[in-house]
């Protein structure tokens, strides 16, 4: 069914191929590469990424620096992707013949490529060892078919935090986060009253996947797997109660429509955010923000919980991990692999990027090696309480599709004032049509 649908969705790709450039600097398809080991010829390794434009840049770079100082053969070209632009722009390149050795991608846009056969199974190129001591919630998303196609690099389950010190200062107990829907939006109501200025929830509501995955944990608290790659569910009753409550989430002026939930960070480092859906790593991007905040006053200012639950009466969580990917037309796939195994796994990685950002180790053996790292107040708890709620989003060949749909339905609930079933109705057929490749 995959291939099929993948097959579709190609032909749709000829149009953008013929308008979009391709990334400069990737070229045409690369010469030949024989005997450049041999020769001793240093070897170029093309990496795309968005985490070479975003707050973690200079932690990526002395990554980079370090693998190069010590495999003096090989070069990495660090390429900027902005996250939103990765899928379309691999998927150029993919047509184009023009691909990268190594990228970074989300889980859901990794599936995609696989099922194109644009990526190199895992199995075929990273060690046994490594593979079995990868963390299976953060592995096995990226299986299609029998075999692999993702690499965690840095995992990043979505996570609740709440604001302790303007829950106290709100007259809430600080060290009682909402357990339900309705505590998070009493609490956020007096805080519109009492704090004007503060926000009551990063949400993002923006017609993308990472909007979807964002939103999803939400979604489900009241209708679990509302949308799979077979089936859609967004006219239920239960879901148009979800509907009903995002549009009172905007229109009482508890978060802020249409921004990506990147766009609320600013406000976590400014103490002006009560409530945050985000990863791990929210600890490194509000200290990028602000350089005298130390990880003490981050840990004094933010706790995580689960997510408060709603009419399901279960704790959710998504995926918003950061994987890589070996292109299956790179000639250089071997020395690629060696980069991810750094990049996933290496001491140095581990100290400079994964632990000071906030990542969660990717491998069971780095949270046992390094402890001192990821045993602080922040990931203790999201290993031990948020993993286990993580939920399947519908990962697939049609996954940007489903995503995108489901969130121009939720953009129209949120910017009018139509029936929420009326929107959803239309949603549904939409969805419905995505499913049986209309």
């Not at 829950?167 to 007096?190: I, N, S, W």
């Not at 949270?367 to 045993?375: G, H, I, S, V």
Request: glycine fraction near 8%; aromatic fraction near 10%; charged fraction near 20%.
């Amino acid at each position: 069914m995959f291939k099929s649908k993948a097959k579709r969705y190609m032909a749709l790709l000829v149009t953008l191929v013929l308008s979009v450039s391709l990334i400069s600097g990737c070229g045409g398809p690369k010469g030949d590469s024989k005997g450049a080991g041999a020769t001793g010829e240093k070897i170029e390794l093309t990496f795309v990424n968005w985490a070479a434009g975003e707050a973690y840049t200079k932690d990526l770079n002395k990554v980079i620096a370090e693998y190069e100082k010590q495999n003096p053969n090989i070069k990495i070209k660090n390429v900027n992707v902005p996250v939103s632009d990765m899928r379309n722009q691999l998927m150029v390149m993919v047509m184009g013949g023009n691909v990268p050795d190594i990228a970074q991608v989300h889980v859901g846009d990794g599936v995609i490529l696989a099922t194109m056969n644009a990526l190199e199974p895992t199995e075929n190129v990273l060690p046994q060892e490594l593979i079995k001591d990868f963390r299976p919630e953060f592995y096995e998303p990226g299986k299609v078919g029998d075999k692999h196609y993702l690499i965690p690099w840095a995992p990043n389950t979505l996570t609740f935090y709440y604001n302790k010190t303007l829950l106290k200062e709100l007259g809430f107990d600080p060290t009682k986060p909402p357990q339900t829907l309705d505590e998070m939006d009493q609490m956020m109501k007096v805080a519109k009253q009492k704090m004007p200025d503060v926000v009551g929830l990063q949400l993002d509501t923006t017609i993308r996947t990472v909007g979807l995955a964002q939103e999803w944990p939400f979604m489900n608290n009241f209708l679990e797997q509302p949308v799979t790659n077979d089936s859609a569910k967004v006219n239920s009753p239960e879901f148009i109660q979800f509907g009903e409550w995002i549009r009172g989430t905007v229109k009482n002026g508890y978060t802020l429509a249409g921004k990506k939930f990147g766009e609320f960070r600013p406000q976590a480092s400014q103490n002006r955010l009560l409530f945050a859906l985000d990863g791990p790593f929210l600890r490194g991007v509000v200290k990028s923000f602000d350089k005298n905040i130390t990880d003490e006053q981050f840990f004094e200012t933010w706790g995580v919980a689960p997510l408060p639950m709603g009419p399901t009466g279960k704790n959710f969580s998504a995926p918003d991990d950061h994987t890589l990917v070996v292109m299956k037309a790179s000639q250089h796939k071997e020395e690629a692999a060696k980069f991810a195994e750094f990049l996933v796994n290496s001491e140095y990685t581990m100290k400079n990027y994964h632990g000071p950002l906030g990542f969660l180790p990717p491998t069971k053996s780095a949270a046992e090696k390094y402890p001192d790292l990821f045993n602080d107040p922040i990931r203790s708890v999201i290993l031990e309480k948020i993993v286990p709620t993580l939920t399947p989003l519908p990962f697939g060949p049609n996954y940007a599709k489903l995503g995108t749909t489901l969130m121009t339905g939720v953009q129209e609930i949120i910017t009018t004032d139509k029936p929420v079933k009326q929107i959803l109705d239309n949603t549904q057929t939409q969805l419905e049509g995505v499913i049986n490749g209309q």
